[in-house]
């Protein structure tokens, strides 16, 4: 029988092993991720972009986050998976963030979540109510606007100073895990070496106790800008486009359906048919 990854789990691989995370979105998705051994499914609000077409993670709604949620959840049995919250669901006030994670749990059947930027009494009160919560510091792209688009963070000394600060102290909030996304790969190492939890990297270096990824990114399904920090472990979006292609033309020229792909009825039932 295969073992869930817990909490405890991925706290306990920082130092031993690196953490191997992805977005996922759905069910089939999701299964083949788990099937490939990832350590983490992350139902990220990204997928306001990639799966719903939209310029940012904005309009993205909890009803929407639940939905995803399921949809992942039936497909895997290992991975640790954590929903996001998405764009103010937590930051107005505590009894909103425990409101909302509360109902994303009992919806979605998710056990973590992750939240984005400085929210340290909302971690408070999440861990305390036992929901488990990976924070999230660096390009939190929630607050993209507000940083003048997706641009590196912590480059000065007070920059660098500050976002060590945010994670000391989301660690002593009780986040289990800390994502860091866009920082300079020396700051990402100088994070992760003063962290207990693992941190894990999106954009901020291999000295991070593990990676994230967008899964769209990762296989080349998406490009309508590719940061970076990707790297494309696959070019399935070409795939796709040439499998729909040849589809298309098997359709209209006739080929397709052959005779592999059709039911065939006795020739004597046939017969009464026609007359
Ligand atoms: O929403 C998301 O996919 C994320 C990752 C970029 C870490 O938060």
Redesign the pocket.
Known sequence: MTVSLTTSAIRAMKGKEKIS?L?AYDFTSAMLFDRAGVDML?V????GMVMHGRPD?LSVSLAEMILHTRAVLAGVERAMVVT?LPFMTYERSVDSALKNAAKLVQQSGVRAV?L?GPYYEQVKALTGAGIPVVG?IGL??QRAAEFGGFKVQGKTTEAANSLIEQALRLQDAGCFAL?I?CVPAALGEIITARLEIPS?G?GAGPGCDGQ???MHDMLGLFDRFVPKFVKRFAELGQEFQKAAQEYSRQVKAGVFPGPEQVFNMSQEELEKLKQ
Do not use: A
């Open positions: 995370m977005t992350l990220g609000d990204s997928l993670t996001d992750k984005e999230h939190t792209p994502v996304e894990i999106i994230v990824l967008v």
